[in-house]
Nanobody, 115 residues
Framework: QVQLVESGGGWVQPGGSLRLSCAAS????????MRWFRQTPGNERELVAA????????NYADSVKGRFTISKDNDKNMVYLQMNNLEPDDTAVYYC????????WGQGTQVIVSS
């Protein structure tokens, strides 16, 4: 059974930082493209960042380039999203996604950026 469990969300003031974690079981993250999406009420999920199978292959939404960094730890089977200089528009539920021979989603973690 595949499980993706996100953690690290919470409330932060504008300009602050958070690191989201995604713990994977039932799959090995080295064999999947791992992605972070986010969603706000009434909107579709938006792709925020992706890390491909090849080391160093990453892509970001224009809105987060230079502020967010996605990384994989293949030894720990974890994926991270370091979020710096957070803005109120970053407020959303963030989801971890594995895309490969199957597609899997975590349950999401809430991020609130507000003063």
């Amino acid at each position: 059974q595949v499980q993706l469990v996100e953690s690290g969300g919470g409330w932060v003031q504008p300009g602050g930082s958070l690191r989201l974690s995604c713990a994977a079981s039932g799959i090995t993250v080295r064999s999947y493209a791992m992605r972070w999406f986010r969603q706000t009420p009434g909107n579709e999920r938006e792709l925020v960042a992706a890390a491909g199978i090849l080391r160093g292959t990453t892509n970001y939404a224009d809105s987060v380039k230079g502020r967010f960094t996605i990384s994989k730890d293949n030894d720990k089977n974890m994926v991270y999203l370091q979020m710096n200089n957070l803005e109120p528009d970053d407020t959303a539920v963030y989801y971890c996604n594995a895309w490969g021979t199957g597609t899997y989603w975590g349950q999401g973690t809430q991020v609130i950026v507000s003063s």
